[in-house]
């Protein structure tokens, strides 16, 4: 399985290379336009999400003015406030210290969305308390360049269903669908490398979290007779496998519904939860709930005692666990 994106590693390249075309862009002025917003950086992505955030800040302006005096829902006042608004909106003039948060959020938007897309659509599907409305969904859509198609696709089935509002564990398992119809291959990523190498030399490797080798495990010895041997329960498979040490920098994570990448989640649900998203997400709640470790191996004995322990993905699976509840 791919390995973990690392927020940190991005956050840190996007400060890197935000300084850099800050320091070089604002040498001689002291306030970008729009029209220099579209053409600032020479990564197209870049200058489209800086321009989604200008605009979600356009739409705030507008719920801002109301007023217990005045009737703002008035035909003849409607038609004014757009025309001031879309004047307003073709005159975008900032200043270096706001620019720069809006500059580093797309920066690093934009490097997800090349090296993690399925992290990237796992954000933009989520919504806002797991409800993902479709228009706020097709907006977020007019700013994207980079691995649209799935998320296109996405939106025409909404559209056919004339869904207007979804729980994104639902938006979830139909991206899942759709990323198996259409084999959704990632756009290659070396000419994104040279152009951000441009300005800050970019190594892709830095931007994901090492998994550690595991440690050679001593085989155990034959035994010289036995009968038809029962099957290990979770509990021994796990007791079986090689512990973490500090140099393999274990994790304690706080929940693990919070660490699983969008590939993991397609991955666990196909090969361990027969492709039922609805019933990963309960066990990965459920889960997050218990209080250790014992609980966690007991709950899982009783639901889940046809998993295949020798599996990739069991083992990535009870690592998840384990740094759960370690």
Same mark, same amino acid.
């Given at each position: 399985?791919? /390995?973990? *994106? ?44 800086? *321009? ?8 705030? /302006? ?29 005159? =975008?003039?900032?200043?270096? !210290? ?9 920066? +690093?938007? @934009?490097?997800?969305?090349?090296? +993690? ?7 933009? *599907?989520?919504?806002? %308390? ?9 907006? /977020? #859509?007019?700013?994207?360049? *980079? ?12 559209? /056919?269903?004339? =869904?207007?509002? =979804?729980?994104? %564990? ?6 899942? $669908?759709?990323?198996?119809?259409? %084999?959704? @291959? ?17 190594? &892709? ?8 080798? !595991?440690? !050679?495990?001593?085989?155990?010895? @034959? !035994?010289?007779?036995s009968d038809k041997p029962e099957k290990p329960t979770i509990h021994d498979s796990l007791a079986q496998e090689p512990k973490q040490t500090l140099a393999d %920098? ?9 660490? #699983? @990448? ?16 609805? #019933? ?9 709930? #218990?209080?250790?470790? &014992? ?19 069991? $083992? ?11």
């Amino acid at each position: 399985m791919d /390995e973990k *994106i690392s927020l940190e590693a991005i956050a840190l390249y996007s400060d890197a290379y935000a300084d850099k075309m800050l320091k070089k862009f604002f040498a001689d002025k002291s306030r970008i336009t729009g029209q220099e917003v579209l053409v600032f950086s020479d990564i197209q992505q870049v200058n489209l999400f800086i *321009i989604r955030e200008l605009f979600k800040t356009w739409k705030e /302006e507008i719920k801002k003015l109301k007023s217990p005096f005045f009737d703002y829902e008035h035909a003849d006042v409607k038609a004014a406030l757009e025309t001031f608004m879309n004047v307003l909106s073709k005159n =975008i003039s900032i200043d270096q !210290p706001h620019f720069a948060p809006l500059l580093k959020k797309s920066v +690093s938007q @934009t490097l997800l969305v090349i090296f +993690s897309p399925y992290d990237y659509f796992s954000m933009i *599907i989520s919504g806002t %308390n797991n409800k993902l409305n479709v228009d706020v969904f097709r907006e /977020e #859509l007019k700013y994207l360049r *980079i691995n649209k198609a799935p998320l296109e696709k996405l939106l025409q089935h909404f559209d /056919e269903k004339q =869904i207007k509002e =979804i729980s994104g %564990n639902e938006a979830f398992a139909m991206l899942d $669908h759709i990323l198996e119809e259409v %084999n959704f @291959t990632p756009e290659d990523v070396d000419s994104f490398i040279t152009r951000f190498s441009g300005v800050e030399k970019l190594d &892709p490797e830095k931007l994901y979290v090492k998994k550690p080798e !595991p440690a !050679p495990v001593a085989k155990a010895a @034959t !035994p010289l007779k036995s009968d038809k041997p029962e099957k290990p329960t979770i509990h021994d498979s796990l007791a079986q496998e090689p512990k973490q040490t500090l140099a393999d %920098n274990f994790r304690k994570i706080d929940r693990i519904k919070d660490w #699983l @990448t969008i590939n993991q989640k397609f991955m666990f649900t196909k090969v361990l939860f027969h492709g039922d998203f609805e #019933l990963f997400s309960k066990a990965i709640d459920d889960l997050d709930r #218990l209080a250790d470790m &014992p609980a966690a191996l007991k709950y899982m004995e009783k639901l889940y005692d046809e998993w295949d322990r020798e599996s990739e993905e069991f $083992h990535e699976f009870m690592e998840m666990v384990e740094k759960r509840f370690s």
